[in-house]
């Protein structure tokens, strides 16, 4: 570890609000190690909660598959953490065990294709290299 | 570019009865420039393509989010090839606008956090760490 | 581990002769386990430690900020040694904790940014592509 | 490009709102392409800009040091867009060539001993393992 | 874990085919944990496993060849598990200590002038452009 | 560019001698842009040289495969210019087009089970995890 994990009673004032802020949204009591860690810095706390809430809040993507995506750019960069923490919310969420399978094939499957593309270096294609129209 | 781009007719018979199946899979006399750089390998080819239209095929995800979770991991890796054809293929196949921006804010996100969380390597909660009873 | 780690009596004469320069340079006697396990290879050990105590070593930049520049890069690359490693250096040369957080901050924006830019595929500006007058 | 860059006339009123402020922070009538091309998303340009407005103002950190890292970052990551603005902005705050070069040696070496490190699976010192007392 | 690592007794009858085969190809009865975790998706599984017995069979690459490849992907990725396994089996197929000492060195020193030139923003010399006639 | 490409007349006389000893091992008057990109930085340019002389010159690899295991890192970190350089430098030594495709086969499989296993976080399997007796 870089830092402690921070218990509900050693926070601050400020990073107090935010875990409260956390529970109310998440409907339940547990704070997961990140927020805990990260607590140290409360105005970065209160920021980087403010954009998690707003970016994986309603939109119109379904929240499912934004879990999904998390889950492939975790992958993508190692971050071992993240892929335990967001295949625990996925699940929570309803993504069953046969779409995580597919989703790690997926995720598998355009890493080799990257791989490929990259060492072959190959120039786009026209059709693929304009804008659309807004 | 580290090899040509095959035309048809430069095509070898193992290579163009690949090709042949692109075309009858996606409806449409269009290949793409990978196809025509990886065609030097045929065997290399064949396997490609069988493999993608498997994982990208019917599944029990939505082709839609296979595109995103495509468009993801590129953008993770930085391919600039694979961005650009996977989001034509996300919008051919009815990612509207709005989906893709907020697709691109999700990966900004999970891409943040993920680097907090190893800077401040957070050790994984208990309740993260196991697997599921299968 | 894929090589065991050296104690002092396994060294060869020429690794002996490295962490004899460690040891003088940084004025403590403890050597960490990188050193220890590269020191299987006294020819890789010697240059590499080189060209580390010139890089590292004095120059126009501050060597607090070095050390932060090496978490930047470690917590990009997804290293925990490099981090954990590197955090202790920064603290040791006085890097304070308010820094620290600060630096994380920094190096999850970039991160953030740095997919946003690669996913929108932005065209470099023309006052941006140009190199300096030299 | 993914999305068109907007120009000023095709902003909406919030992304208008954000552009404003960018330009009064800034104190220059210039706004680079990565705005332009977000701007499609009025509200994660508006989040992305407070949030790079309050990790790259005022702090602990010299703004040329949090400049460096975040070239660091981008460096590692392969952003050639985020290398040419961010060296660009370094240079504007006074970051001299002299300084750059430095930087650039720090971080290929970074990412040199960060893959010797990954390669040999350096376990942790117990020294750097602990998080300091807080 | 995100999954469970299935025995023997718990694969699927199509799961316990592929292990039947990578136990005639390898002449080994053992089966490493990767399979293990990949056996909950009987159809990635087998796809997986016969592209990799395809890719790093008989081909025009010496097996040591294709296994220090291997490594050094796996090493830039960050990937513990892979390297663990990869140089396992490397040294199975006779690569010898000092070789695994040289293929890391030439790793780290790709990884170092990778950056170099990412962060110098050095344009291809005309030279190395074009693709070789076919 | 970050910075201008130095023609042989703004050579500082200790980059000339660089450049010198460049064009006396290689047996060639030809000096890649990557060379007069670091010029800029004499110091950094003779360590880099040097450091790049002793790993891909003599040893116990073979060059070929030196080779081979640069474009590898190069093609995982996406650094085209890397892969544009080093697989000219690989047809210069001899390896041929359909090794380089089977190379790619590789590095692309590589790059798939790498984040496959990533993905489903394997433990490392006990047979494994052992340094070697030295």
Redesign the interface.
């Known amino acids: 570890?870089?830092?402690?994990?921070?218990s509900d009673p050693?926070l601050s004032p400020d990073a107090r609000a935010v875990f409260d802020d956390i529970r109310a949204t998440r409907k339940t009591d547990?704070v997961?190690?990140?927020w805990r860690?990260?607590a140290?810095?409360p105005?970065?706390l209160k920021?980087?909660w403010e954009?998690?809430k707003?970016?994986?809040g309603r939109?119109?993507?379904d929240p499912k598959?934004?879990e999904?995506?998390?889950?492939?750019?975790?992958?993508?960069?190692?971050?071992?953490?993240?892929?335990?923490?967001h295949?625990?919310a996925a699940?929570q969420k309803g993504v069953?065990?046969?779409?995580?399978?597919?989703?790690?094939?997926?995720?598998?499957?355009?890493?080799?294709?990257?791989?490929?593309?990259?060492?072959?270096?190959?120039?786009?294609?026209d059709?693929?290299?304009?804008?659309?129209k807004?």
Chains 1, 2, 3, 4, 5, 6 share one sequence.
């Open positions: 570890m870089v830092v402690s994990l921070l050693e547990f997961n190690n990140f860690a990260l140290h810095d105005v970065a920021r980087t954009s998690v707003q970016v994986m939109g119109v993507l598959v934004k999904m995506i998390y889950i492939a750019v975790s992958v993508t960069n190692g971050c071992g953490y993240c892929i335990a923490s295949t625990a699940r069953t065990e046969a779409e995580l399978m597919e989703l790690i094939s997926v995720i598998g499957m355009a890493n080799e294709t990257n791989s490929l593309v990259t060492a072959l270096r190959v120039p786009i294609d059709a693929f290299s304009a804008a659309p807004s």
